[in-house]
């Protein structure tokens, strides 16, 4: 089956870097677009990135653009999202997300970013 | 960017009637590529509908998605007590990508 399994969040202080990552299985990973999402406590879905299939283009949110990369290693079927630059509005639960073309069609458990000195 | 509202913010509704709600974007979403996702409270979002009006694996035929252009509809009939939860209407035909604020379903 499906899976999209979250790790790397944490309390980081602004300014600070993390890295998440999401491994993926039950599926072909280079088969699909992926993406994150993230979700501030008590708000809405903010999209934060896509990469293609193969790595070739990454798209980004305005928010997050020049500080956070997405990337993703085809051999180990997993994807990244390098974070620099941490400022207090990242703080999120930051969902992995698999694609159909450019919606998601699965998504992760979620795991949890908090920004705070 | 392709801003996206929803309303209302709020439906108070019973099990067994019909929600109703709308997803309007700032300009025509192309291909009509509008999605709906559904979350529950403490869990991840679930792709309901995609490209307006095709149903996700898995998803009950009371569940209908219209519209073109500027302006969707999800449309859920006999609501069951497992459809109270929050809809998110989300455009997939651009970059950036974005999703409306959420319409919120809840049980009367």
């Known amino acids: 089956q499906v899976q999209l399994v979250q790790s790397g969040g944490g309390v980081v202080q602004p300014g600070g870097s993390l890295r998440l990552s999401c491994a993926a299985s039950g599926f072909r990973f280079s088969d699909r677009v992926m993406q994150w999402v993230r979700q501030a406590p008590g708000k809405g879905l903010e999209w934060v990135a896509l990469?293609?299939?193969?790595?070739?283009?990454?798209y980004y949110a305005d928010s997050v653009q020049g500080r956070f990369t997405i990337s993703r290693d085809l051999s180990k079927n997993t994807l990244y999202l390098a974070m620099n630059g941490l400022r207090p509005e990242d703080t999120a639960v930051y969902y992995c997300a698999r694609g159909a073309g450019w919606v998601v069609d699965f998504w992760g458990q979620g795991t949890l970013v908090t920004v705070s000195s | 960017e392709i801003v996206l509202t929803q309303s209302p913010g709020t439906l108070s509704l019973s099990p067994g009637e019909t929600a109703t709600l709308s997803c309007r974007a700032t300009q025509t979403v192309g291909n009509n590529y509008l999605a709906w996702h559904q979350q529950k409270p403490g869990q991840a979002p679930r792709l309901v509908i995609y490209t307006t009006s095709h149903r996700a694996s898995g998803i009950p035929d009371r569940f209908s998605g219209s519209g073109s252009g500027t302006d969707f509809t999800l449309t859920i009939s006999r609501l069951e007590p497992e459809d109270f939860a929050v809809y998110y209407c989300q455009q997939h035909a651009y970059a950036p990508l974005t999703f409306g604020g959420g319409t919120r379903v809840e049980m009367k």
């Open positions: 990469i293609q299939r193969d790595g070739s283009d990454q």
